[in-house]
């Protein structure tokens, strides 16, 4: 937590140089399901505190080896999306790797626009392909705005989650539980990445924590039984971090209010940033 900075603050500026930026952005407004998801990115903050700095598995001290920068929360970035995408594209200036905390998924929109991401990749349960403007609706209103079908993948998307209408949209790429079940978590995100990257542009990861079983993310009105272990959402974040062709990812759809009373959902959420951050400090330098 002190690494990181912790507690908000000032926004760092433009000039500013880091390794890893994090910034909240709190959307809960257009929720399809009540939420306070509001309250997560203080809590990932808080929760940070209960960590080291230090992965025995690789041997690396992240206070070491990178520097992170906290630049705060977004004010109500459901209100004015235009200033949310800003704020996403100051922290994606100043940094190498920009990790958003949501908030709802609405949070993934401006996180794309912000960071000029021309690829997209999403880890959830759900295809995301409502109409409208909600948390159900975040690759619907980017594929609405041009981004192409094409360079979007999906992994672990959810048996008895998804309306046959989502089926097969603007030829995405689907990777379901099935296949990670099969292929490893490792090799399906691997694989996602690539399809993202086709477009040869800057890639957004959706890491929208209902993927996960609702065993370890209560928090997650949406989460069910049977989906992504804690082992593999970390996993996951770990590759993503380590791909340079990744300059933004957002943690969506906790709402602390649900947790577990051990606080479960937002530790994991925790961990995650921890391993978007050790991905990256294994990236090659540049």
Request: hydrophobic share 45%.
């Amino acid at each position: 937590a002190a690494w990181l900075g912790t507690g908000g603050g000032t926004p760092a500026s433009d000039e500013r140089r880091a390794d890893l930026a994090v910034l909240g952005v709190p959307t809960w407004r257009t929720s399809l399901s009540e939420t306070a998801a509001y309250t997560t990115p203080g809590a990932v903050r808080a929760a940070l505190r209960r960590y080291s700095t230090y992965a025995t598995s690789l041997g690396l001290d992240l206070a070491d080896r990178l520097t992170a920068a906290d630049f705060g929360d977004v004010p109500d970035p459901d209100a004015d999306e235009d200033a949310a995408a800003a704020a996403v594209a100051a922290a994606t200036r100043a940094a190498r790797l920009t990790v958003v905390l949501g908030g709802d998924n609405a949070a993934t929109v401006p996180a794309v626009r912000g960071a000029g991401a021309t690829g997209l990749v999403t880890l959830d349960a759900h295809h995301d392909l409502r109409e409208g403007r909600s948390n159900g609706s975040p690759v619907r209103r980017l594929l609405d705005a041009g981004l192409a079908g094409s360079a979007v993948a999906q992994v672990g998307i959810a048996d008895w989650a998804n309306s046959a209408a989502y089926a097969g949209v603007a030829g995405i790429t689907v990777l379901g539980r099935q296949d990670v079940a099969e292929r490893g978590i490792a090799e399906c995100t691997r694989v996602a990445l690539d399809v993202a990257a086709g477009g040869r542009g800057p890639v957004h990861v959706d890491l929208d924590v209902d993927v996960c079983d609702r065993a370890v993310a209560p928090a997650c009105p949406a989460s069910r039984p049977g989906g992504l272990s804690a082992v593999e959402l970390l996993a996951a974040a770990r590759v993503v971090g380590g791909d340079p062709r990744v300059h933004s990812v957002d943690l969506t759809e906790v709402d602390t209010t649900r947790d577990a009373p051990d606080g479960r959902t937002v530790r994991l959420v925790a961990l995650a940033v921890l391993e978007l951050a050790a991905g990256l400090a294994t990236r090659p330098a540049r």
